[in-house]
């Protein structure tokens, strides 16, 4: 909340400045405490203006101010803002008495003294130098005078205080006026400084240390400036390890899938994705009734033909005995098919492995086809890593070199792993060309490795210097577009 203005009792004000030091100290100590006390730089800049226009006897007090005036080392040459008007009307409404009254500020400011119409005689300047006053005759034409001093801070005119008067002498006079804005100057740059974003006066700072080379102090910060640039751009020359990688994903070293023997049914399931298995443990198991059913079948007639072929032998049948007997086997060869496909609707794993793909607990009694992929397993513990390098980056890539894997699953932990082979085929993945750079894991573990883990990959390609790694993309980019857009 903005506190209220400060209020000059017109009793304590001196009736007369020039006679009345004790009540020219006062009248500065009440302005400066209206400056100290604001919160914001509208608010001291209104505050000082009603209160230079209340010891003036209800004159119009005009404050302007340059968008520079916090910056130490700016030339000056920044436009004025009318910051605020005695008279109570908003000082940025575009209206005639307002621009009159910001270019008298800004008269006074490009001629770095005070300027007043019409002409006084004071006994502080026996000589007068004479001044532009276009403006200033503008603002008297009805009657009366103005009057501005320029507003100093860091040594250098900043602003500009405009008084305007209907009748008779300058109510205060320059040399009264002109030691009041002095004052003025450096509080109303430090809060114009406190308003800006911290990104320009970072910039102000930079430019008032750069400005001031003949310090002793600015010096020494030069020196030490070039030594630490020095010293950077030799760190940024000296060759580094140079990284080369992008998106990996864990995958099994082998991997092997179990298809559907035969036109059936899923009856059960015994292990989901991301179950280990041991050799020979039941994985899935398909509808078996019809199989029983033509196992007994062919048992059955098996049975008859073996009996004929028992009589056809007591009879010394020869003709029988060859026909029962070809009918024989072939009931037995139809049996022994049926056996097989029976042993082959129960899937079992082949060796130690994790089930990658495959989750049919939520389909029993699902209609499979002969060949369809049921499952996928991949031996534990032995993996591969494939990794997805960028076609600007593939030249850097050699069968052998050494890199890091780091795991999204297990971010404090890096695994060695090592370039065994380099796809010469480009994928499109998210919009950019990539080739898939395989590699096996030096060290594998078996501790929370799985197929399916995703993470990002660095390849050891030899060694370049930091600056290189910074700007080779840029540079790379504009010797395309050059070659592309020369004929």
């Given at each position: 909340?903005?506190?209220?203005?400060?209020?000059?009792a017109?009793?304590?004000?001196p009736?007369?400045?020039?006679?009345?030091?004790?009540?020219?100290?006062?009248?500065?100590?009440?302005?400066?405490?209206?400056?100290?006390?604001?919160?914001?730089?509208?608010?001291?800049?209104?505050?000082?203006?009603?209160?230079?226009?209340?010891?003036?006897?209800?004159?119009?007090?005009?404050?302007?101010?340059s968008?520079?005036?916090?910056?130490?080392?700016?030339?000056?040459?920044?436009?004025?803002?009318?910051?605020?008007?005695?008279?109570?009307s908003?000082?940025?409404?575009?209206?005639?008495?307002?621009?009159?009254?910001?270019?008298?500020?800004?008269?006074?400011?490009?001629?770095?003294?005070?300027?007043?119409?019409?002409?006084?005689?004071?006994?502080?300047?026996p000589?007068?130098?004479?001044?532009?006053?276009?403006?200033?005759?503008?603002?008297?034409?009805?009657?009366?005078?103005?009057?501005?001093?320029?507003l100093?801070?860091?040594g250098?005119?900043?602003?500009a205080?405009?008084?305007?008067w209907?009748?008779?002498?300058?109510?205060?006079?320059a040399?009264l006026?002109?030691?009041?804005?002095?004052?003025?100057?450096?509080?109303?740059?430090?809060?114009?400084?406190?308003?800006?974003?911290?990104?320009?006066?970072?910039?102000a700072?930079?430019?008032?240390?750069?400005?001031?080379?003949?310090?002793?102090?600015?010096?020494?910060?030069?020196?030490?400036?070039?030594?630490?640039?020095?010293?950077?751009?030799?760190?940024?020359?000296?060759?580094?390890?140079?990284?080369?990688?992008?998106?990996?994903?864990?995958?099994?070293?082998v991997?092997?899938?179990?298809?559907?023997?035969?036109?059936?049914?899923?009856?059960?399931?015994?292990?989901?994705?991301?179950?280990?298995?041991?050799?020979?443990?039941?994985?899935?198991?398909?509808?078996?009734?019809?199989?029983?059913?033509?196992?007994?079948?062919?048992?059955?007639?098996?049975a008859?033909?073996?009996?004929?072929?028992?009589?056809?032998?007591?009879?010394?049948?020869?003709?029988?005995?060859?026909?029962?007997?070809?009918?024989?086997?072939?009931?037995?060869?139809?049996?022994?098919?049926v056996?097989?496909?029976?042993?082959?609707?129960?899937?079992?794993?082949?060796?130690?492995?994790?089930?990658?793909?495959?989750?049919?607990?939520?389909?029993?009694?699902?209609?499979?086809?002969?060949?369809a992929?049921?499952?996928?397993?991949?031996?534990?513990?032995?993996?591969?890593?494939?990794?997805?390098?960028?076609?600007?980056?593939?030249?850097?890539?050699?069968?052998?070199?050494?890199?890091?894997?780091?795991?999204?699953?297990?971010?404090?932990?890096?695994?060695?792993?090592?370039?065994?082979?380099?796809?010469?085929?480009?994928?499109?993945?998210?919009?950019?060309?990539?080739?898939?750079?395989?590699?096996?894991?030096?060290?594998?573990?078996?501790?929370?490795?799985?197929?399916?883990?995703?993470?990002?990959?660095?390849?050891?390609?030899?060694?370049?210097?930091?600056?290189?790694?910074?700007?080779?993309?840029?540079?790379?980019?504009?010797?395309?577009?050059l070659?592309?857009?020369?004929?």
């Amino acid at each position: 909340m903005t506190p209220p203005p400060v209020v000059f009792a017109p009793a304590a004000l001196p009736a007369s400045p020039e006679t009345e030091p004790g009540g020219t100290a006062a009248l500065a100590l009440r302005l400066q405490a209206a400056l100290l006390d604001a919160v914001s730089l509208d608010a001291a800049a209104d505050a000082w203006v009603r209160g230079v226009a209340r010891a003036a006897g209800g004159a119009r007090v005009a404050l302007a101010l340059s968008a520079d005036a916090s910056d130490l080392s700016a030339a000056g040459a920044a436009p004025l803002a009318l910051l605020a008007v005695s008279d109570g009307s908003h000082a940025a409404d575009a209206t005639l008495p307002h621009q009159r009254l910001l270019a008298a500020c800004a008269e006074c400011l490009d001629q770095g003294a005070p300027v007043v119409w019409p002409p006084v005689a004071s006994a502080a300047s026996p000589t007068r130098i004479p001044r532009i006053t276009l403006v200033h005759q503008a603002l008297a034409e009805a009657g009366g005078g103005a009057l501005s001093v320029p507003l100093v801070a860091h040594g250098r005119a900043v602003g500009a205080v405009c008084l305007q008067w209907a009748n008779g002498a300058p109510p205060l006079p320059a040399e009264l006026l002109q030691p009041l804005a002095a004052l003025a100057g450096p509080v109303l740059a430090l809060l114009q400084a406190r308003q800006q974003p911290w990104p320009q006066r970072a910039r102000a700072a930079a430019r008032h240390a750069w400005a001031a080379p003949g310090q002793p102090r600015q010096r020494a910060w030069r020196r030490a400036g070039l030594v630490l640039g020095a010293l950077l751009l030799m760190a940024l020359c000296v060759p580094v390890g140079l990284q080369v990688g992008g998106q990996a994903r864990l995958e099994g070293a082998v991997q092997r899938v179990l298809t559907a023997p035969a036109d059936g049914f899923v009856q059960q399931v015994h292990a989901r994705p991301g179950d280990h298995v041991r050799a020979g443990q039941a994985l899935l198991e398909l509808a078996d009734q019809d199989l029983q059913l033509a196992r007994q079948r062919w048992q059955s007639q098996l049975a008859q033909h073996l009996d004929a072929l028992a009589a056809a032998q007591a009879r010394a049948d020869r003709g029988q005995l060859v026909q029962q007997q070809s009918q024989a086997d072939e009931a037995q060869a139809e049996l022994d098919l049926v056996e097989q496909q029976l042993q082959r609707a129960r899937l079992v794993a082949p060796f130690d492995a994790v089930v990658v793909q495959g989750d049919l607990s939520q389909q029993l009694g699902m209609p499979v086809k002969l060949g369809a992929e049921l499952m996928t397993l991949a031996p534990a513990g032995a993996y591969r890593v494939i990794v997805a390098v960028d076609e600007r980056d593939i030249a850097h890539i050699a069968l052998g070199q050494p890199g890091t894997l780091a795991l999204s699953a297990l971010p404090w932990d890096t695994l060695a792993l090592r370039v065994t082979r380099i796809s010469p085929v480009a994928l499109a993945v998210a919009g950019r060309n990539v080739f898939e750079v395989e590699a096996t894991l030096l060290q594998p573990r078996a501790d929370g490795l799985r197929p399916g883990l995703q993470g990002q990959a660095q390849i050891s390609a030899g060694r370049a210097s930091t600056l290189w790694r910074w700007s080779h993309r840029a540079i790379e980019a504009v010797r395309m577009g050059l070659w592309a857009w020369m004929p």
